[in-house]
């Protein structure tokens, strides 16, 4: 009965689903693209594809390493990745090109999900981080379709949920779900949610198998030179939302009334914001320059009188992290979000500063904190002070940078014990094409 109630709530809400796609297309076209994916119709794949979904920009580039060893293990079979986002999108086709089918997933509508399984073809399903779509993955099931989800996380707000979609839909755990979590807290509470214990692995964080570009170094150097930042304190502000570039603007503010020259990057996480953030700024008398207006900028120097430069391409963080004294990594002052990725940080020797309210992935989140590679800020006093802690001090940034790379470089090899897992599920390795 259950069931059957979930089933007329789907087709209830379809209508809002389509109004909120049209709604958010008014402010981001590309919402608009390739709607009939979202009913199914996605790219035809030869038969045994591999399937990957990604539901926005962290996950995929959480994937990037996935889809290396595939390429590496697999190199006849056709890959398929499917995202949530548009955003998520753009990154997907920008990192893999042509090698990987891109499109978006469909609504967890029965017939929906049949005709995408029947166009994408997959022998195994591989879910990157927390989705869980009980109509996807009970048709996978009837099809004898395994599913991995990869890199598992779950809040403790999220066991009551997950526990009743277990309970309505005992064919997502009887059908061949395998659940490879981030870290023993993350495997327990998918066991207190019902999932059976021997369905439930330990691997780690993908996010940790991050591969840096070889010129990573280079390219920060060339953004500080770019922009005449040598002698400045440069803090990045990744993933940020409003409340966050608030209390952000005012602790520059209060700096700058000390005497130090602090410059701000400012990445908001969503791109629809970018335009909103300039007129902010541009309103409330704040000195910026925008990074897609100054890509040529061939200035000995930022004229000190510019206070933040707004990042507002995507792609690009990585590099201004690179380029950074100190980080802050945002979703993480304000109390429903859960947080952004502090590992990239970590993983370039650069010291972090994270809001309190960083539970999508706490216990690694917690792990950097008590390492001392991340500090925690609450308001505006705490980011003043660490701030001006930094500012002073390079010894003190130098070590807490060089305690977050070590974090990550020990807690590597993700992806490698993930291919161990599903090796069995997805079949022998195939022969490399030999050159000639």
């Known amino acids: ?198 369905r439930v692995h330990v691997i780690g964080n993908i996010k940790f198998d991050l591969e840096l570009p070889a010129n990573i170094a280079e390219l920060g150097a060339r953004l500080r030179s770019q922009y005449g930042l040598g002698s400045r304190f440069v803090l990045v502000a990744g993933s940020t939302y409003e409340e966050e570039e608030t209390a952000l603007l005012e602790a520059q503010r209060q700096l700058k009334a000390q005497g130090h020259e602090v410059m701000l990057v400012l990445a908001p996480r969503h791109p629809p914001r970018f335009e909103p953030v300039a007129a902010r700024l541009a309103r409330d008398g704040v000195m910026f320059i925008r990074r897609s207006e100054s890509i040529g900028f061939l200035g000995a120097s930022v004229p000190t009188y510019v206070d933040v430069l707004l990042l507002d391409r995507l792609g690009e963080l990585l590099g201004f992290y690179a380029a950074a004294d100190v980080a802050f990594v945002g979703g993480s002052l304000v109390p429903d979000v859960g947080g952004h990725n502090l590992i990239e940080p970590a993983a370039l020797s650069v010291p972090s500063l994270t809001g309190p309210h960083f539970y999508n992935a706490s216990d690694i989140s917690l792990a950097l904190v008590e390492a001392g590679a991340v500090h925690i800020v609450r308001n505006v006093g705490d980011l003043v002070s660490e701030l001006e802690t930094l500012v002073a001090d390079t010894l003190e940034r130098s070590h807490r940078g060089s305690i977050g790379q070590q974090f990550v470089t020990r807690n590597g090899g993700t992806t490698r014990r993930l291919l161990q897992l599903i090796e069995p599920l997805i079949g022998p390795r195939e022969p490399r094409p030999t050159s000639h």
């Open 1 to 198: 009965m259950l069931q059957v109630l979930y089933q007329v709530l789907l087709l209830l809400a379809l209508p809002l689903a389509l109004g909120n796609l049209l709604w958010r297309g008014f402010k981001d076209h590309r919402w608009w693209q390739d709607i009939p994916q979202r009913f199914g119709f996605v790219p035809s794949q030869p038969e045994g594809s591999i399937w990957l979904h990604a539901v926005s920009v962290g996950e995929v580039q959480a994937a990037a390493a996935i889809v290396k060893e595939f390429r590496n293990h697999y190199p006849h079979t056709a890959l398929l990745l499917t995202c949530g986002t548009p955003t998520g999108a753009e990154r997907a086709r920008a990192l893999f090109g042509e090698t990987v089918a891109v499109s978006f997933l469909p609504f967890d509508l029965l017939w929906c999900v049949r005709l995408f399984l029947r166009r994408a073809r997959p022998k195994i399903g591989i879910v990157i981080e927390k989705e869980i779509w009980p109509n996807l993955f009970r048709v996978c099931g009837d099809r004898g379709v395994p599913l991995v989800l990869a890199s598992a996380a779950i809040t403790r707000k999220a066991i009551g949920r997950y526990r009743l979609l277990f309970r309505l839909f005992p064919r997502t755990l009887a059908n061949g779900l395998t659940i490879a979590a981030q870290t023993g807290g993350d495997a327990e509470r998918f066991k207190e949610a019902g999932a059976p214990a021997e």
